[in-house]
């Protein structure tokens, strides 16, 4: 329910193409970036608008696959959607709604494998949210501070635990070595990554929390709903 839920509010948002930017704070969701259709509010357009203005093409059209795919093909999502969507098992000790299993070694499944190629563009794009997060701190010409800033920095803080907390991210830092002590940097840094990764599940859901709510929050500002809470201009 939960996944389903998330699934059904995101689709919605990506296809609104509206209230997705706030131009007096430079608030822009994260599901709305980069924004690059003929479409996209003025501010709000970073890198250009290459793309036109179809009602079927989103405006973050070239990142929002990449972020799909990191997503469809983590370790986690893999056990929770196919327990509660394809019943393979439905839990532990609990037998396969299949006859046969085949593990994911045939279409279309054998495309998890993809996962450690989207890993690198989730990080690219966990880059852009950054910078997103930090010229939001830019209100005119002078800097701004205000709740919204609050929700997209736990939010970028949250997705870069995320992704960072990915098994293919483990095994990038030092999966390969033979002997630690020769690689003391990036031993250092594989610990920290492991001690993420023990928490990857967690930080599954939290992300996908955080993502629906800077979503949300941008969404009902840029509407007018309510005003952003300010503490510095």
Known sequence: MGLSAWVIYATVRVFMHKWYFVEEHHYLTPFYSPCLTDRCVEGSDLFGTPLPKFWLIPEAALTLPFLLLFRLTCYYYRKAYYRAFWLSPPACAVPDAHEKYTGETRFPLIFQNLHRYAFYAAAIISVINTYDAIIAFRSGDEFGFGLGNVILLINVIMLWAYTLSCHSCRHIVAGRLKHFSKHPVRYRFWLFVSKLNARHMQ???????TLALTD???????ADWWPDLRFIN
């Open 203 to 209: 930080l599954a859901w939290i992300t996908l929390g």
């Open 216 to 222: 949300f929050y941008i969404m009902a500002v840029a």
